[in-house]
C-alpha cells in the first residue's frame, strides 16, 4: 500500500510541476504577446507622425508653385497698365502752334472769316469750331486771347430761334453757358462769338454770321 501511495503521490507531483510549467509558459507568451503589441502600437504612433510632417513638407512648397502663374499674369497686366498710363501722361501733343489744355489743343486764328468759313476752316484741319464744356476750359482760352479782337464759337441757332447748338453736338446745357449780361438779344444774330467790350468781362455774345472775326478751333490731343 505504501508503495501504491508514494507512486500515486510523484505522479501526482510530477504532473501538478508539468501543470504549473505550462500555466507559466502561457503567461508569459501573453505577456510577451501584449508588451510586443504595445510596444508596435508605440512604434507606429511616431512613425504616423513624421508621415503627417512629409506630407506637409510635401504640400507647402507645392503652394506657390501654383500661384506663380498668376503672380506673373498680375505683373504683366500692372506693367501693361502703368505703359499705357505713361504713354497717355507724355507722349500726347499738339499740332505746331496749337495749345494744349487737359486732354485737347486749342487753335487761335489770326485771320478773320464769317461764322461759316470759320467752321471750314477748323474742319480742314480735322478741328472744329470751340466747343465750351466748362468754366475752367473758358478760363484757359480766355487767357490766350486778345482783348481788341472777337473770336467765334461753335455755338450758333440756325432758325433763328433760341434753339442753340454747338457743332460737335454736345447738347446745349442753358444752366452752364457764359453769355455777357443782356445776350443774347437778337433774334436775327444765329452765331455768338467771345469777347470783352472795354470796361466789361469776357462772355459769348450772339451776332450776324456774316461778320468777320478771328476764330478758335479744338481737336482732341494727338497720342504717339
Ligand atoms: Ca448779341
Known amino acids: 500500500m505504501d508503495v501504491l501511495r508514494k507512486r500515486y503521490q510523484g505522479f501526482f507531483e510530477e504532473s ?15 505577456v510577451k ?21 512629409t506630407s506637409l513638407h510635401k504640400t507647402n512648397p507645392g503652394f506657390p508653385k501654383a500661384l ?10 500692372l506693367a ?5 498710363a505713361f504713354i497717355k501722361k507724355d507722349w500726347s501733343c499738339c499740332p505746331k502752334n496749337w495749345k494744349p489744355f ?11 472769316r ?28 480766355i487767357g490766350n486771347l486778345d482783348e481788341k479782337s472777337a473770336y467765334y464759337v461753335g455755338l450758333s441757332d440756325p432758325e ?28 436775327s444774330e444765329h452765331c455768338v462769338i467771345l469777347n470783352k467790350p472795354p470796361r466789361s468781362s469776357w462772355g459769348w455774345n450772339d451776332v450776324t454770321c456774316k461778320e468777320l472775326h478771328r476764330s478758335i478751333c479744338k481737336m482732341m490731343k494727338i497720342y504717339l
Open 16 to 30: 501538478r510541476r508539468s501543470l504549473l510549467n505550462m500555466t507559466s509558459e502561457i503567461t508569459y507568451a501573453e
Open 114 to 141: 464769317n461764322w461759316t468759313e470759320s467752321k471750314n476752316n477748323c474742319s480742314a484741319m480735322k478741328s472744329h469750331l470751340l466747343v465750351i464744356n466748362t468754366k475752367e476750359e473758358q478760363d484757359f482760352i
Open 102 to 112: 487737359n486732354l485737347n489743343c486749342y487753335f487761335i486764328s489770326n485771320d478773320t
Open 33 to 53: 504577446f501584449k508588451n510586443e503589441s504595445t510596444s508596435l502600437g508605440t512604434k507606429s504612433e511616431p512613425s504616423a507622425a513624421p508621415k503627417e510632417k
Open 68 to 77: 506663380l502663374p498668376s503672380l506673373l499674369i498680375l505683373l504683366l497686366l
Open 160 to 187: 433763328g430761334n433760341g434753339a442753340w447748338q454747338w457743332v460737335d453736338q454736345t447738347p446745349y446745357n442753358a444752366s452752364a453757358t457764359f453769355w455777357r449780361p443782356g445776350e443774347p438779344n437778337s433774334l
Open 80 to 84: 501693361i497698365s502703368f505703359f499705357i
